[in-house]
C-alpha cells in the first residue's frame, strides 16, 4: 500500500536508524527491483522506494516513503 508520500530528487529527508535519526538526500525514485550493496530492494511502481545518500557517511540506502520525513536544510 503506498503512503501518498513523494519526493523529487535533491529533498533533504529524515529517517530512523537503530542509532537514532538521520538525514540524507533523496538521489532517485526507484520504481522497480534492484539491489543496492547487494541487498535485495523490492521496489515497483505501485510501491517505490527511494535511493537516499546520507549526510554523515555518505552511504547510499533505500527506503519507502513512509519512513522518510522531508526537512528543510
Known sequence: MASGKD????????????????TGKVQRKLTEATAIKGHH??????NPQYLVVSDESGEEAAHKSGALKKIEK
Open 7 to 22: 519526493f523529487a530528487v535533491g529533498d533533504h529527508v529524515e529517517w530512523n536508524t537503530s542509532q537514532g535519526k538521520t
Open 41 to 46: 530492494v523490492a521496489a515497483s511502481k505501485e
